[in-house]
């Protein structure tokens, strides 16, 4: 998990910001943190907690 540091240095960076052109991320530290717990747990994509959201659909925002 991060932390709300952490989260403060990484999310400008991220889609959905104030000021970004086209479509607007939501709930970006849970989609990060999503990705995170897959690479720590070297879990297929399938396996991603329904608390993490769609499975499908994190891996196709992680492919963009």
Sequence with gaps: ML???QWARIAPL???RAGTKGGRGQ???RF????????RN???WRALL???GNWH???IRLQR
């Design 3 to 5: 932390t709300d540091a």
């Design 14 to 16: 991220l889609p959905g």
């Design 27 to 29: 709930d970006n530290r």
């Design 32 to 39: 990060v943190e999503a990705v995170l717990w897959l690479m």
């Design 42 to 44: 070297g879990c297929r």
């Design 50 to 52: 329904v608390e993490w």
């Design 57 to 59: 659909t994190t891996y």
